[in-house]
């Protein structure tokens, strides 16, 4: 696991949107400079694409923790009763 992902990781949710935004503000910039013939990087579109993917995975296992903490203490509500 590369250290960028690691990073990604540990973001909070609404860390981890605010970056998505500014990645697919890159994504499309990127893509004019692509049709235009003006990009210096070629493969910096695919490693742009790649992040976002990552960092919707990262929002959505966020999404999971947090309703497997709540069952969680629903369960351990119910055992104490």
């Known amino acids: 696991m590369t250290k960028k992902n690691r990073d990604e990781k540990k973001l909070t949710k609404d860390q981890a949107i605010k970056k998505l935004d500014t990645l697919k503000k890159d994504l499309f910039n990127i893509r004019f400079k692509k049709i235009n013939n003006q990009i210096e990087n070629p493969a910096q579109y695919g490693?742009?694409?790649?992040s976002?993917?990552?960092l919707y995975t990262t929002i959505k296992n966020i999404k999971w923790q947090r309703r497997y903490y709540k069952v969680?203490?629903?369960v351990q509500k119910m055992t104490k009763l």
């Open 52 to 54: 976002i993917a990552r």
């Open 47 to 50: 490693e742009i694409k790649k």
């Open 72 to 74: 969680l203490l629903l």
